[in-house]
């Protein structure tokens, strides 16, 4: 049965009935079934409520609806927005990294970054002065690593702690570096169990379970750093270099977790 497309006057008129159903993004599709218009009045239009910061456009074909207290800023926080771009662009996902710490409450500051996980192929980061959307890929993960956060727009996806301590190590060369984490893993472990931690560890390289596995040794979470010990402790594990931002492999040997300290660490 075809679809009637509804007459409106104005875009604008739409965007607060999208809003009052608690809805902040919208797609160019959407709005061709809705405006028995012209493509180009359709566009003049998006763009006309673009220069008045009342939409703004994320990636190709997708916009966020800009609500007063936002106006000055002209850009909504991801969060409120990452869930229905990344259904609109058909792709699995978790915010992880710095952004999943924060929202656990680690970290003294929002991030200025958001950071996505998603399947390949990879996706290309949005960066302009409003807004920086950083993506990494992996080849999968396990869905009960990922947890529903609530946000003004509905729910998110975000790594558990565990999940996002893995992720922090692993990607820890493109995020600035190991000292940059050490701080936001202290905060993170107040989230963490034991448990939950060696059950993450199933699903990880075993040279990432090595250098989170000292890392939290040497925070003084021994608890944590046992129960990733566990379930290495017989593998004969081969000796890495703990910091992959730097190519040497010059430094201390950790017997117990087969790691070359070939970086100093500010504790």
């Known amino acids: 049965m075809k679809t009637i497309k509804t007459a409106y006057n104005y875009i604008s008129d739409y965007l607060i009935e999208v809003r009052s159903k608690g809805r902040f993004a919208i797609t160019l599709e959407e709005l061709r079934s809705k405006f028995d218009v012209s493509e180009k009045a359709l566009l003049q239009n998006i763009y006309r409520l673009k220069t008045k910061n009342q939409i703004a456009q994320i990636r190709k074909e997708f916009y966020v609806i800009i609500p007063p207290q936002y106006s000055n800023r002209g850009m909504l926080p991801p969060s409120l927005f990452i869930d229905d771009m990344m259904k609109f662009l058909g792709r699995d996902?978790?915010?992880?990294?710095?952004?999943?710490?924060?929202?656990?409450?680690?970290?003294?500051?929002?991030?200025?970054?958001?950071?996505?996980?998603?399947?390949?192929?990879?996706?290309?980061?949005?960066?302009?002065?409003?807004?920086?959307?950083?993506?990494?890929?992996?080849?999968?993960?396990?869905?009960?690593?990922?947890?529903?956060?609530?946000?003004?727009?509905?729910?998110?996806?975000?790594?558990?702690?565990?999940?996002?301590?893995?992720?922090?190590?692993?990607?820890?060369?493109?995020?600035?570096?190991?000292?940059?984490?050490?701080?936001?893993?202290?905060?993170?472990?107040?989230?963490?169990?034991?448990?939950?931690?060696?059950?993450?560890?199933?699903?990880?390289?075993?040279?990432?379970?090595?250098?989170?596995?000292?890392?939290?040794?040497?925070?003084?979470?021994?608890?944590?750093?046992?129960?990733?010990?566990?379930?290495?402790?017989?593998?004969?594990?081969?000796?890495?270099?703990?910091?992959?931002?730097?190519?040497?492999?010059?430094?201390d040997l950790n017997e117990r977790w087969k790691i070359i300290i070939n970086t100093e660490l500010d504790f």
């Not at 958001?114 to 192929?121: D, E, L």
């Not at 080849?139 to 975000?158: F, R, S």
């Not at 060696?198 to 990432?208: I, V, W």
């Open 93 to 251: 996902y978790y915010v992880g990294l710095y952004s999943a710490a924060a929202l656990h409450g680690a970290g003294h500051q929002q991030p200025m970054e958001f950071h996505v996980i998603t399947k390949k192929p990879a996706l290309r980061n949005i960066k302009n002065q409003k807004l920086t959307l950083n993506f990494f890929t992996k080849g999968d993960w396990d869905k009960k690593q990922i947890i529903k956060k609530k946000t003004e727009a509905g729910y998110i996806n975000v790594s558990t702690p565990e999940l996002t301590s893995f992720d922090l190590v692993q990607y820890n060369k493109k995020i600035g570096g190991l000292n940059r984490i050490i701080p936001i893993l202290e905060d993170l472990t107040e989230e963490m169990k034991p448990s939950f931690m060696a059950r993450t560890a199933k699903k990880q390289k075993t040279t990432s379970i090595q250098r989170l596995g000292y890392l939290l040794n040497e925070i003084g979470k021994g608890a944590l750093s046992d129960s990733l010990y566990k379930t290495i402790e017989k593998k004969k594990l081969k000796e890495i270099s703990l910091s992959l931002v730097h190519t040497n492999r010059v430094g």
